[in-house]
């Protein structure tokens, strides 16, 4: 079993950052992708950002690109996603997820291991 677990999530005014992580323990492997998603009240879960499992290769929603960065540290187990220029619209529960695969994907049932997620309140 994977056991992943956000952090860094909290209330910021617009235009401001958050820097979230999510550090993954028990039965591990570094060479899969990892994902961030998102979902606001009363909507679908949604692709955020995703990154291979060598870090070489990420993805990012439309909605978020130029703003919101995936990084990961392996040696730690350890996901980033460092969030500038947020928006009201960016407020959800940011959720982290492992994949089953070494390529980073945008949709959720590329994911098996899924975090209890984070919590981004985004205000005008």
């Known amino acids: 079993q994977v056991q992943l677990v956000e952090s860094g999530g909290g209330l910021v005014q617009a235009g401001g950052s958050l820097r979230l992580s999510c550090a993954a323990s028990?039965?591990?492997?570094?060479?899969?992708?990892r994902g961030w998603f998102r979902q606001a009240p009363g909507k679908e879960r949604e692709f955020v950002a995703a990154i291979s499992w060598r870090g070489i290769d990420t993805s990012y929603a439309d909605s978020v690109k130029g703003r919101f960065t995936i990084s990961r540290d392996n040696a730690k187990n350890t996901v980033y996603l460092q969030m500038n220029s947020l928006k009201p619209e960016d407020t959800a529960v940011y959720y982290c997820?492992?994949?089953?695969?070494?390529?980073?994907?945008?949709?959720?049932?590329?994911?098996?291991?899924w975090g209890q997620g984070t919590e981004v309140t985004v205000s005008s």
């Open positions: 028990g039965r591990t492997f570094s060479s899969y992708a």
């Open positions: 997820a492992q994949g089953s695969r070494p390529a980073a994907g945008s949709r959720p049932h590329e994911y098996h291991y």
